[in-house]
């Protein structure tokens, strides 16, 4: 049956109809026609009277649509409204009349899943909004929730549905995020089984709806000593593979000095020149101040990142990355990758090896993970740098028959290898002048205050003193919330725990027996400042750990360990990693040995690395070097593998122990862990869950535990944990189904069990 339908122009004094409009379909909004029909009754009393009943008592007669100036009066079957046109309406002027089929109605307003920024109700990642407008993927708006007004991100559009909807109430960013991000965070919501409010969070900078003011262009001075780099062989043919690669992952293994950060520079112009950006991830604050001074005169237009900046700064670098018309470079840490850069070509990952890829909050995802996701679906090269790559990243790539492109030679042909000595820490003739820094390595540091050369001390523990104890009676100073001991920080003269973050005083006394017999064991980088400012008091000394202060950190003081400045720098493994300084002439270790004793099947890779990483900084230029490594345990294979920085031996090593132990990457791990405040709680619900699971578990998992975490009891709570190991990740992902929603944390894939 074919319909007409009849627009009013109910605003003047003269109802004219004003257009046509689109087909119609039923609905059930008699309650509107009858008062716009007692409009026109007021002013057409006479033929509106008798019409009015005729007129809704057909059950086509609907409301449909409205707006400020225009109401839909009435549809009807079309002989019906012939005959009263003449009669119902007869001084109105007849501009247009709709005649369609009813099915064919297409509607103006748009509908979009919309997903906000904050948890809104379990299991509902996204919801349903109305807009006048057109909206893009990716867009950023803001909506009402209740009595809230939430930013989101347009997820997709959706036809109308059967309930109504609220309109979007503005539209924060007219630039949508592009599209591979998006995607990109689906992603992670299903991979890593974390909410996608969560997972936005993560990409997206905080106070979106704020106005901020426009920041002064970041200048950034290029303090590094410019020579024209002409490429070895084996980096013109690194360069030539990366390009030639199909998307996905490459693994650049490289030995400290070999050059890979030209290989980056090279990369990062090409993909520039083909109008693509490029993401550039470094692993620590302390890398950004090198790798900006190796790029900025290539790309002085780069966008940086990193974890000091405030809360403004972030918003303003993402919002240019965004708006940004042309190709960019972006250099930061692993938040680097969310940024909304347009069509990226490659992204480069520099020491991916590192843990700090790896996010310890929820969504608790892996950078490199993401980053090879986000390059598969902006068709991207992703390039993992390391001089000594996971186990497990290398173990994947040879499965998958991944590139993995090896400098085994300096850069500089005129390179001279380190002197390596190695110290027994049990002998103590070694130890003739100070308790733990040897006669060699203080010989080595007098040596280059007079030739005005520098020194690195590397030990990856700060403050002053690990323990506290009485001699008298053995009490051991405690945290009262974790119960681990309390690390001494002689320059505040407290001890503090460096898990909860408490303080006290040190005590004058025991409080079990009251001597005064108060000792503290331990090495740590305060206490070997200390040592040092009393061995040499006219050197100028420098420590590097996370205690800094902003205007103390490598970043901050880059530019005077560069040039010199600073004869002596001490640090943790802030600086083992990637710095290349042109006066350093020798790297002490002084006990290379301290992270071996840890109860994790990943403690002896993490040692190796450091060792390796350390002693790489040196050895990289035609001036003769030392590396003196001190160790408790000289013999031990990873030491020696270490000491030769020989990769290949200890990765043949590793993998065979952890196929002995069934560890990564021959398995999926997955973590519980339960939180309550009293032990009981916590050891009745593990063993609960464990009880649970132990039925419903695929017959190939294995299930570990319950037992105590390795911080039993941290910021005032108790901590138990159970540990899952399966030969496919799914498997896992079933059991989480089991695990309860509240005093339960889950962890896939941790790249550590501690």
Sequence with gaps: MEFAGIFLNLAGREHTVIGEGPVLRNAAETDALTGDINVLHEQHRQNTVQRRSDLLAHDHATVTQRDDRTVLVAVAPKELSRQLLARFFPRLKIHMLILARLWRYTECMKYYEVAPIRIIRAGSATFTYSSDSPLSIGQIVTMEVGKKELVGVVMSEVKQPEYATKPISSVLEPTPLPEPLVKLALWMAEYYRTPLATVLQTILPRGLEKTRRA?????????????????????????????KSSDGSVILQGITG???????????????????????????ISLTSQLISEFIADFPDMIVTHSHMGEAERHLAWKEALDSPTPRVVIGPRSALFLPVKNVGA?????????????????????????????????????????????ADRYVAEMTKRPIIRLDKSARHDAQASNVQLIDMKKRENFTKHRFISDLLITNIEKNLASGKQTLIFHNRRGSASTTLCENCGWTALCPNCFVPLTLHADTYDLTCHICGHHEKVPTACPVCNSTNIIHKGIGTKLIETELVKLFPKARIARFDSDNKTDETVNS???????????????????????????????????????????????????????????????RDKHASEVIVQSYQPTNPVIQFGLRQDYESFYTYALEERRKGYFPPFTYLLKLTTIYKSEQAAVRSAQALARTLKKELHPDVRLLGPTPAFYERGRDSYRWQLILKSPKREYLIDALQHVPTTHWQSELDPPSLL
């Design 347 to 391: 992204i480069m990952i520099d020491e991916s090896h590192e843990p700090s890829y790896k996010q310890e909050q929820a969504p608790r995802y892996s950078a490199l993970r993401a980053a090879s996701v986000l390059g598969s679906f902006s068709k991207a090269k992703v390039i993992l740098g390391s001089a000594t790559p996971t186990v």
């Design 557 to 619: 003081l880059y530019k005077e360990l560069y040039d010199g400045t600073i004869d002596i720098a001490i640090g943790t493994q802030v600086v083992a990693k990637g710095l290349d300084l042109p006066k350093l002439r020798t790297v002490g270790v002084i006990q290379a040995d301290g992270g071996l004793a840890l109860p994790d099947y990943a403690s002896s890779e993490r040692t190796f690395q450091l060792l390796a990483q350390v002693i790489g900084r040196v050895g």
């Design 215 to 243: 920041r002064t262009a970041t200048t950034h001075p290029d303090i590094r000593a410019r020579t024209k780099i002409v490429f070895n062989k084996d980096q013109a043919a690194a360069v030539a593979e990366i390009m």
């Design 258 to 284: 070999s050059g890979k950060t030209e290989i980056y520079k090279e990369v990062a112009r090409r993909t520039i020149a083909a109008n693509q950006s490029v993401i550039m991830l470094v692993p620590e």
